[in-house]
């Protein structure tokens, strides 16, 4: 027996996985579970057995925090995106038909097996390709906004989105016809929705892609072709397994650290008040996505050095669990190798638990797990780099705590 499969088969037996006939090789997949990772082939999952069936040995689902597919080379083609209020980013294109829907819009995109047809109620924003990454910046307000091509944003009432354009009832100008051509992006005022509950037993989870999506749903099949999952109560969407990068379930096992708050904060160089660089929750420190290399990721905290963040840890806390990088946008002009790094670790009750050094823009992001078992803090760290500050954006992507 070689170290995978024994490594396997111990993981097997601590999450309780029991043996069935038939295992089949196929696509190699890397399975995050609650004790620790396992390199397998294709997964399978059928959403009323609760369980997902790794080389013929099947998993409590609830066991299973991700599934990474070797899919990894993100497409950087320029697409439109739209952001929906399940939560959901969608790149592609919006198409409106002459004989479309009445108040919904058909979506295009290769992550997606068709075209899919999306209610205008469940739309937040719209951002071309060529519009700027944040076109609104701060709160929703109580209007719709709109950015032209030109750089003017109007507050008003998006009417109706048609073949040609979209009209728009600007409070100052009054009603607009704007072709497509002249929109760069708009953002519809928010709306009390109702929750939208998935059918008995569904398995909620967040799918990455190749185009940059991120779609939420409950699953409904794996196999080693594609994937089956619903958007809401009354729509299926298909997914080839080939433009699949990760799948997380949401099972309450996993945290987001972004939506918790440090008990103590440490910017900036001792001495000096200057330091305009300051935290921030999904977004690098400049107000950008968080990117490590060509890896754009939808959630995580972006720093800058020095910095500490400090939190606490609450019972039930098992795992700390991300990536550490710096971000892409840390590379220099002259791409000098000294510029744009930093150094990382993670304190544990002062213990140092993570210290993988320098990392510079040049480095891929580096993976942590790190118990917290009767742990009462800990504390991410970056520190300065050989170049000293500058150009230190650091990023902790997709940093959770995995609960019991």
């Known amino acids: 027996m070689n170290l995978v499969t024994s490594h396997f088969s111990m993981l097997l037996i601590l999450l309780g996985g029991t043996p069935i006939d038939d295992a089949r090789p196929g696509i190699p997949v890397t399975v995050e579970t609650v004790i620790g990772t396992i390199e397998t082939e294709s997964p399978q999952f059928e959403q009323d ?56 819009f058909a979506w295009v995109t ?28 701060g709160k ?11 750089g003017a944003q109007l507050t008003g009432i998006l009417e109706t989105l048609e073949p040609t354009g979209v009209k728009f009832d600007d409070s100052s100008l009054g009603q607009l016809s704007i072709p497509w ?25 967040r799918v990455l892609t190749l185009d940059g999506s991120s ?72 107000g950008k996505p968080i990117q490590i290399g060509a890896r754009i990721f939808p959630a995580g905290i972006g720093v800058h050095s020095l910095c500490r963040l400090t939190y606490e840890v609450a019972p039930g806390d098992q795992f700390l669990v991300g990536i550490a990088g710096m971000d892409a946008s840390s ?47 800990f504390t991410l760290v970056v520190d300065l780099g050989p170049g000293h500050h500058i150009l230190d954006r650091a990023n902790w992507a997709m940093v959770r705590i995995v609960r019991e």
Not at 113 to 129: E, F, H, K, N
Not at 140 to 146: A, E, K
Not at 231 to 238: E, F, L, P, Y
Not at 339 to 346: H, N, Y
């Open 140 to 150: 929703g307000t109580d209007s719709d906004l709109l950015l032209t091509v030109d």
């Open 215 to 286: 779609l939420v749903g409950s699953l409904d099949r794996i196999d080693s072709e594609s994937l089956l999952m619903h958007r809401s109560v009354n729509q299926q969407i298909a997914l080839p397994i080939s433009r699949v990068l990760q799948i997380h379930f949401e099972l309450g096992r996993v945290v987001q650290l972004a939506s918790r708050q440090p008990i103590q904060v440490e910017e900036g160089i001792p001495g000096t008040d200057w330091f305009p660089w300051k935290w921030r929750k999904n977004l690098n420190v400049i």
């Open 49 to 104: 057995q609760q369980q997902l069936t790794l080389q013929g040995k099947k998993f409590p689902i609830r066991d299973v925090l991700s599934l990474t597919y070797p899919n990894h080379l993100a497409e950087a083609q320029p697409r439109d995106q739209i952001l929906l209020r399940d939560g959901s980013l969608w790149s592609g294109q919006l198409k409106i038909e002459a004989d479309s829907e009445p108040d919904s």
């Open 181 to 205: 051509n002249k929109v760069s992006a708009f953002r519809l005022v928010e709306t009390a929705q109702g929750e939208v509950v998935g059918a008995p037993g569904s398995v909620p989870v």
């Open 331 to 377: 590379r220099p002009p002259d791409e000098e190798v000294n510029i744009g790094c930093a150094t990382f670790s993670i304190l544990v009750d002062g213990e140092a638990k993570f210290s993988p050094g320098d990392i510079s823009w040049q480095d891929p992001g580096v993976d942590f797990r790190i118990p917290l078992n009767d742990a009462k803090r």
């Open 110 to 137: 290769p992550s997606l097996m068709a075209p899919i047809q999306i209610p205008i109620d469940d739309l937040v924003q719209y951002r071309s390709a060529t519009a700027p990454t944040l076109p609104f910046q």
